[in-house]
């Protein structure tokens, strides 16, 4: 059974930093593609980040050069690191894993971004 568990949203200053962790059971991220999404008030999900199994990643353009997708094998855990948030970036962000064409999701964690 895959689990995803989100923590360490919460509420930061705009130019505040935040890192959201993804742990993983029932999936082994290391060699299987990890996402984030992000879900905010009246809009569709959309696609922040990804990792690759070889370990490539990539970024929409929205938060390019200032979020970083990463994993650490040993606790089986992708993260988010954030840095210089936007009021734009307030969502509810997700953790998504693929394993054998099937997509499996996390609760959710918010962020909430001040101006």
């Known amino acids: 059974q895959v689990q995803l568990v989100e923590s360490g949203g919460g509420l930061v200053q705009a130019g505040g930093s935040l890192r959201l962790s993804c742990a993983a059971s029932?999936?082994?991220?290391?060699?299987?593609?990890m996402y984030w999404f992000r879900q905010a008030p009246g809009k569709q999900r959309e696609w922040v980040a990804s990792i690759s199994s070889g370990g490539s990643t990539m970024y929409a353009d929205s938060v390019k050069g200032r979020f970083t997708i990463s994993r650490d094998n040993d606790k089986n855990t992708v993260y988010l690191q954030m840095n210089n948030l936007k009021p734009e970036d307030t969502a509810v962000y997700y953790c998504r894993g693929t394993l054998q064409r099937n997509n499996y999701w996390g609760q959710g964690t918010q962020v909430t971004v001040s101006s």
């Open positions: 029932g999936i082994i991220v290391s060699i299987n593609a």
